[in-house]
């Protein structure tokens, strides 16, 4: 069912930002060099690695770690890199992941292949036969203000309480999350 869902929404949001898509995808080629998307290894359902698409926020030669593990983030952002973080846009290319069944709307948020620490503490709590999520209940709940810990737990609560009704709901924060740029560090 969840599937299904996905995929109906998946067509709905193409309607309405297929055109935001393409504007950003031009700004991000305009205002610096390199590749529009850039792609990401990250750790999928059942510890499976797979690719995924943002829109590209950060420089060319920007070391490939957890933001928060950075140092002098900022310095690396490209000139309209803040902006797409701070409105979530970087994030709209995961619409191919969730395509492509990677990606759930709704999931705990893929960690990226070398962060051993938070793929061990969700194997551990189980959260792994989840499907990632483009927002999921710990980014409604702190997003990037969130130790591991805190994440983790937040997973491991939505793997017990998830249904299409919670997932619809977590939606419906993260829209409001998103216009008030809530949780977002860089």
Not at 28 to 48: A, C, E, H, M
Not at 114 to 125: F, P, S, V, W
């Amino acid at each position: 069912m969840k599937r299904i869902v996905d995929l109906i929404l998946l067509l709905i949001a193409l309607v309405f930002l297929a055109i935001p898509m393409l504007i950003t995808a031009i700004i991000v080629k305009l205002t610096s060099p390199g590749p529009i998307v850039f792609w990401s290894d990250r750790v999928g359902q059942y510890n499976r690695i797979f690719r995924m698409p943002k829109f590209r926020t950060m420089q060319v030669n920007t070391p490939n770690v957890a933001t928060h593990l950075l140092v002098g983030a900022g310095s690396y952002l490209t000139p309209v890199g803040g902006f797409l973080r701070k409105s979530s846009l970087d994030e709209l290319p995961q619409l191919w992941s969730v395509l492509v069944g990677d990606m759930s709307f709704v999931g705990p948020r893929p960690a990226l292949y070398n962060q051993e620490d938070l793929i061990a503490m969700r194997t551990e709590r189980g959260v792994e036969v989840l499907v990632p999520g483009i927002t999921g209940w710990a980014q409604v709940n702190g997003r990037d203000e969130l130790d591991l810990t805190e994440k983790v737990n937040l997973d491991a609560q939505y793997l017990q309480k998830q249904s299409t009704s919670f997932d619809f709901y977590i939606l419906f924060l993260t829209v409001l999350k998103v216009f008030r740029r809530e949780g977002v560090s860089h």
